[in-house]
């Protein structure tokens, strides 16, 4: 292991020296080992690789490289060749030898491989892919390049120069009003300026010093994975921030980092777990850091799976080892929150934007995105955004874009649009507590407040594309389930409340809505977020109030006509077979689960609507489009 | 859970209430569940009130207090997924195998579990079997994935 790194100089060299061992290896062929590409057997395809290179003799010419997720999942596992930048997407193991035979040893384009995009126009290089040329990608342009498990990697692109700067350069106090000016906000959802929140941690006493510095990875949202990305392919620039934030807000006090992870997320923790042990090895963390005299460590504690810790003060109390529920926040966190210590929380993607700022300066960072935030941290949103772009899409990814950026921008112009033909219906920002946007405000620009104004929120960045076969009152129904299961239950309001609309929602999905529900539906939403204490309450209600704002014509035709539109809701609608269709190949028979079928060979089959329990399996099978839903 | 395991895994984390979450994480990855006995020494070796290991091993979604099945089915139920059909896809396991979600077959081959979101929306929607993913699915490719377990039946 390599010795502690003691002052910014010994950095430095330590710097030169590790570029200089990757220029003699310039040709490397980066596999994407995110979640996704890993789902996608990217793990398989890097040991081809390993073999096919040691079979080859190549492994010293050629490095072979597992980065973090490169943000194009819908097309893993993908393959990236440096330093030419030619993109090969869905590749396999049995590609492997066309692939160094040809590609490597002779420069031939295997064209299979390459992106192809809906119009059939195909991309070598994967700055020239539409999905990423549109983009803008800081945080995570080194995602593809780095090797997450290697400290060296993350140095050689300039990983800990912002740090040594800070520890050398720069007062606490000053970098405090430089994430200020900066006007970065809280990338978990809220929105708060991190700069404001860190002078009041740094301005509030404490006796002994002790002053928490907290990484908020509870990444709950449905549908959202940039936390998770980050983790898994740049640890390093989280854990480089925390540091930078426990110098600015608790230097020369006792600072304490924890990062609290979700459970589901494995590889994050193991990765970011590896990174804590390098940067200590290396002296990042510990005592005396960079000869600064800033003493600091970070514990990773993985989260049990409730939605709600990833509210501040229910994380915290989940952290001191209780049942994770919120409590008002009369009394401020940075004041008094973990273990009654001043505490400062921040999310993972704000922690990666911190050195981010300290390198590039403030006068880059506050020239992209929205507003003006010279002499107010809420007057505008700036920096990137990365969103998770899901659902009815055809590019599912990462997608980091400026704020500002409009929907239709991020959906169509880098998302592809809707995939089969099907027509654009909505767009669901900001998880369960955001809510769902008609086609009418595509053009609306992304930003922090923007969204709030039309009833929906940034969250943590996922967005759900959904077309015509999404049925919106289901969609309610969905999260209201979701929120009611995951509400901790000290709010009767929220615990009674979300139980109450989430039983008027079955209803009206069941075809036995009243005329009445909706404007119960409405009225009892406003009680719950009224009256319920914590974020998780406040919100619950925006996903069905977004809906019944913006598509309440599919509420009426639940309650009134008993009609679902999108063919979801199973009490209202039928399975029938089209006669000219059916060619009598008895698989739907076959493959019924509830006898519902009958028919003979080459003869026209029918089902028996008592028997049909709608569960659509006759036309995932059908090969000759012969089932209808009405 | 032998007396062992559960002194090496306590004083692991010193014995210190404070982190009860993650003692309860490491016995449940060793037993697959929390056995009654075992909290039952946590709550006496910490001094804590059995009610407060209770509690934690109810409220959060990751622990089971019953033992589970020999094959783990995960299926996700993000946005993501349940806009392509993730709810078909439970009810297609329940009614093939005869198991609410939540539950394990009495066989004990089989448990059957939601999740709120994995990440991998990209290949939504999504059922993991035994920590193997499984993309795109509807009701009739998930029949091919159960194949294996439903021949040694």
């Known amino acids: 292991m390599t010795a502690r790194v003691q002052t910014a100089a010994d950095l430095e060299a330590y710097r030169k020296k590790v570029q200089a061992k990757g220029d003699s290896q310039r040709k490397t062929i980066s596999v994407c080992a995110g979640t996704g590409c890993c789902a996608f057997g990217a793990m398989k395809l890097a040991a081809a690789f390993e073999q096919a290179l040691s079979e080859r003799k190549l492994q010293d010419q050629i490095q072979l490289r597992l980065t973090g997720c490169h943000g194009f999942c819908e097309r893993g596992p993908l393959v990236v060749f440096h330093p030419e930048g030619l993109l090969y997407q869905r590749v396999k193991p049995d590609d492997v030898s066309e692939i160094l035979d040809e590609t490597i040893a002779k420069g031939v384009i295997i064209e299979r491989l390459l992106y192809q995009d809906a119009q059939g126009q195909t991309y070598q290089k994967e700055d020239e892919v539409p999905f990423y040329k549109n983009q803008m990608r800081v945080l995570l342009a080194h995602n593809g390049l780095i090797d997450p498990t290697s400290i060296d990697d993350y140095i050689a692109v300039g990983g800990y120069r912002p740090l040594a700067r800070v520890l050398n350069e720069m007062k606490p106090e000053e970098v405090c009003t430089t994430i200020k000016k900066s006007g970065l906000r809280g990338r978990g959802g809220g929105g708060f300026p991190a700069g404001v929140k860190w002078e009041s941690c740094r301005a509030a006493p404490s006796q002994d010093g002790i002053r928490y510095i907290i990484c908020n990875a509870d990444e709950g949202d449905p549908g959202a994975f940039m936390d998770r990305s980050l983790m898994e392919g740049n640890p390093h620039s989280v854990i480089e921030g925390m540091i930078i934030g426990a110098w600015a807000i608790a230097h020369p006090g006792r600072p304490e980092g924890y990062v609290y992870i979700r459970h589901e997320y494995p590889l994050a923790v193991e990765r970011l777990g590896i990174a804590l042990q390098q940067a200590r090895d290396m002296g990042f963390l510990g005592k005396n850091i960079l000869g600064s005299g800033l003493g600091f460590d970070i514990t990773i504690n993985r989260g049990g799976g409730a939605f709600v810790c990833g509210e501040s003060t229910a994380l915290m109390t989940s952290i001191e080892g209780f049942v994770g529920e919120p409590r008002a926040k009369h009394i401020h966190t940075v004041e008094s929150g973990l273990y009654d210590k001043p505490t400062n929380l921040n999310n993972v993607e704000t922690w990666a934007n911190v050195p981010l700022i300290i390198e590039r300066g403030v006068e880059w960072y506050t020239s992209i995105g929205t507003g003006d935030v010279s002499d107010n941290p809420w007057g505008g949103s700036k920096g990137t955004k990365i969103f998770a772009l899901v659902g009815k899409v055809n590019n599912t990814g990462l997608v980091e874009v400026p704020m500002g950026a409009t929907l239709r921008h991020i959906i169509y112009d880098i998302g592809g649009g809707i995939p089969g033909g099907k027509k654009f219906k909505a767009v669901q920002t900001g998880g369960p507590s955001g809510g769902c946007l008609p086609e009418s405000l595509l053009d609306l620009p992304v930003d922090f407040d923007k969204l709030t104004e039309v009833g929906s929120m940034m969250g943590s960045g996922g967005m759900i594309v959904m077309d015509e076969s999404t049925c919106m009152v289901d969609l309610a129904r969905y999260f209201i389930n979701f929120l009611a299961d995951e509400s901790c239950g000290k709010c009767v309001t929220c615990r009674e409340g979300l139980r109450q609309l989430g039983i008027i929602v079955k209803r009206i999905c069941a075809g036995e809505g009243r005329e009445e529900d909706i404007q119960l539906l409405s009225d009892l939403s406003q009680t719950v977020a009224e009256a319920s204490l914590c974020a998780l309450g406040n919100t619950a209600p925006n996903p069905l109030l977004s809906t019944l704002k913006y598509f309440r014509e599919e509420y009426e035709e639940h309650v009134k006509e008993k009609k679902c539109r999108a063919k979801v809701c199973k009490a209202l609608i039928t399975f029938t077979v089209i006669e000219e269709n059916c060619t009598g190949c008895l698989l739907c028979k076959k493959k019924c689960p509830s006898q519902a079928i009958s028919g003979e060979k080459k003869k026209v089959h029918s089902i028996d609507q008592g028997k049909c329990i709608q569960c659509g399996v006759c036309n995932d099978v059908c090969k000759f489009n012969a089932i209808r839903v009405e | ?153």
Do not use: W
Request: contains cysteine.
């Open chain 2, 1 to 153: 859970m032998d007396a062992k395991k559960l002194n090496t895994i306590l004083d692991k984390y010193r014995r210190e209430p404070s982190a009860l979450l993650a003692i309860l994480q490491d016995i449940q990855d060793e037993e697959n569940y929390l056995p009654k006995d075992t909290i039952r020494q946590v709550a006496g070796e910490l001094g804590v009130p059995l009610a407060r290991i209770y509690a934690l091993s109810t409220f959060f979604s990751s622990f089971s207090l019953e033992p589970r099945g020999k094959h783990i089915c995960t299926v996700c139920m993000g946005t993501a997924c349940h806009v392509r059909g993730a709810p078909r896809l439970v009810e297609h396991i329940e009614r093939e195998f005869d198991v609410p979600a939540g539950q394990t077959t009495p066989d004990m081959q089989l448990t059957l579990e939601t999740v709120n979101c994995v990440g991998a929306c990209a290949l939504g929607p999504l059922v993991i079997l035994d920590g193997e993913y499984h993309g795109n699915m509807n009701p009739a490719k998930l029949d091919r994935v159960f194949r294996p377990l439903k021949k040694k039946e």
